[in-house]
T-cell receptor, first 115, second 116 residues
Framework: AQSVAQPEDQVNVAEGNPLTVKCTYS??????LFWYVQYPNRGLQFLLK??????LVKGSYGFEAEFNKSQTSFHLKKPSALVSDSALYFC?????????????FGSGTRLLVRP | DAGVIQSPRHEVTEMGQEVTLRCKPI?????LFWYRQTMMRGLELLIY????????DSGMPEDRFSAKMPNASFSTLKIQPSEPRDSAVYFC??????????????FGEGSRLTVL
């Protein structure tokens, strides 16, 4: 079965420190991978995606993610966290060969950045 | 450009009543998705359309739920009759396959439904 796992319900970091939000996936074949962010009472917003090529992908608001095929992971990172980064983060995957265009979302990780 | 527009933003209704949620996708987008978000179940895909045609409704919970897309600029999700367990935030999202589609979805702000 194809799935996405976000092992941490919540991640706490201090402002200015680096942050990592973890994501692992299980799909058949090569994946398309995504990160979305949800602020309170808002819809999800696209942050970044990996399709092919460089394993390090840069996205919005200074976020980046590293694709690791051997570990089937796609962790979200930021070198220096801001209080305004506090939000709910979702990892999502779409199998490369899947013509349905459906995304499989993880359960979400709440990021709390303290001043 | 205007984003995905959903209405109403908030709906409070009583059990047994009919609820209709509305969505206007981004102009030119050919895919439309309906998701439901709850604390217990996270984000669930209910149904999605391609060029106004329903492609996969396997996520629709039961016959009380129905969705339509009469044209490229409008879709509805209807619950009849509503039950307290339907209380959730319902999101509409759209996307485009022009230029090659990889899965970037554009979400509306959601419709928060409370069924008493």
């Amino acid at each position: 079965a194809q799935s996405v796992a976000q092992p941490e319900d919540q991640v706490n970091v201090a402002e200015g420190n680096p942050l990592t939000v973890k994501c692992t996936y299980s799909v058949s074949g090569n994946p398309y991978l995504f990160w979305y962010v949800q602020y309170p009472n808002r819809g999800l917003q696209f942050l970044l995606k990996y399709i092919t090529g460089d394993n390090l992908v840069k996205g919005s608001y200074g976020f980046e993610a590293e694709f690791n095929k051997s570990q089937t992971s796609f962790h979200l990172k930021k070198p220096s966290a801001l209080v305004s980064d506090s939000a709910l983060y979702f990892c999502a995957v779409r199998p490369f060969m899947d013509s349905s265009y459906k995304l499989i979302f993880g359960s979400g990780t709440r990021l709390l950045v303290r001043p | 450009d205007a984003g995905v527009i959903q209405s109403p933003r908030h709906e409070v209704t009583e059990m047994g009543q009919e609820v209709t949620l509305r969505c206007k996708p981004i102009s030119g987008h050919d895919y439309l998705f309906w998701y439901r978000q709850t604390m217990m179940r996270g984000l669930e895909l209910l149904i999605y359309f391609n060029n106004n045609v329903p492609i996969d409704d396997s996520g629709m919970p039961e016959d009380r739920f129905s969705a339509k897309m009469p044209n490229a600029s409008f879709s509805t999700l209807k619950i009849q009759p509503s039950e307290p367990r339907d209380s959730a935030v319902y999101f509409c999202a759209s996307s485009s396959t022009s230029g090659g589609f990889a899965g970037e979805l554009f979400f509306g702000e959601g419709s928060r439904l409370t069924v008493l």
